[in-house]
């Protein structure tokens, strides 16, 4: 299962093959392997996808993955990542992994954080106990975690937070962009894997924060790829999709855009028409422990309805995964009821790769030059099956 691996004069790249409007077709050349973009990277939050092999994400089309440096900090700890061989070989991934720095997670747990200009002082939602990261002490993890692209310390703030407090919160995280950057260069002789450094750009829906956060931050440093943060975040959607827009004309087009935490599909789709390449979320093994699937044809669908209780057919007939080649909706319903695991990792190991070829047929249709059209008539069919089977967003 090795991509095979990258020859040339540097370790990280990227080309733009095709564009279609604002939609990019790309590829994300990394010491393990090329990432085709655009390109959805299932998390694996604790070096594992909840449910879902290395093997079987592979199968699914999955090029590269996620892991977080906060969960693994905490359980089993960088120093057993490391003694152990590194992220790849410790989840028996040898694909090109990304690890997010925890700031999201360490500013989800609001109630048990204090932050200060040096860092964060958090507690452990394990065990309590009181931990501290700067900066450096982030990319120190990271670098002895290993993955290939590795995520600046940020700070992102909640969803609704006012403009002074989204300023604040852009001060910082360039703060905190220089001193990761600074970390980063004195610690590239150290003998470390050859990894590529991605900050992450702030701003909440201020378009005017929004551009001076990625001018200040493109005139940093010539960045392998960038961050977008803080969508996602409970804003309205046409606030997301103004920013993508706006973010679009502000950062180079030679460098990829990651956009973090989004993973719906038809947000997936709306992002791609707007020039991001590369997506994470949670929502596919999330949706899937409520028995919810996605599918081309009937949108969102709960498998536990009851509608479903003598239903043969795959979740998806269109989807060729394991799940959808093997087992139909009936059995899989009487697994999530029954809270049997197995219907779990089913339906993840299914959104995933649902998810996957979502993003895999916008490039071939980016490169034929029929993607508008395509996404368009796409998402008018997704968005009204699923608003007649009465899913939405969970």
Known sequence: ?????????????????????GARAGTFHTPHGPVLTPAFMPVGTLGTVKGVSPEELFDSGASMILANTYHLYLRP?????EALGGIHAFMRWDGPILTDSGGFQVFSLAHINEITDDGVTFQSHIDGSRHHFTPEAVIDLERRIGADVIMAFDE???GGVDRAGAERANQRTLSWLAR?????????????????LFPVLQG???????????????????????????????????DMWRILELLDS???????????GVGYPDDLLEAISRGCDMFDCVAPTRNARHGTAWTSGEGQVNLKGARFRLDRRPIDPDCGCYACQRYDRAYIRHLVVAGERLGHRLISIHNLAFLISLAQQARLRIGEGTFTMWSRAWLERFRASRTGSGGSHE
Request: net charge negative; aromatic share 8%.
């Open 1 to 21: 299962m090795n991509p095979s691996i990258v020859d040339g004069p540097a370790p990280f790249s990227f080309s733009v093959d095709a564009t279609a409007d």
């Open 77 to 81: 700890g960088v120093e057993v990542v």
């Open 180 to 196: 990761c950057q600074a970390r980063f260069e004195d610690t590239a002789a150290e003998g470390r894997s050859l990894q590529a």
């Open 250 to 260: 502000a950062l180079p087009a030679e460098r990829p855009r990651y956009l973090m």
């Open 204 to 238: 909440n829906v201020y378009d005017d924060l929004r551009r001076q956060h990625a001018a200040d931050v493109v005139a940093m440093g010539d960045w392998s790829g960038y961050g977008i943060g803080g969508l996602s975040v409970g804003e309205a959607k046409p």
């Open 156 to 158: 992102c703030p909640p």
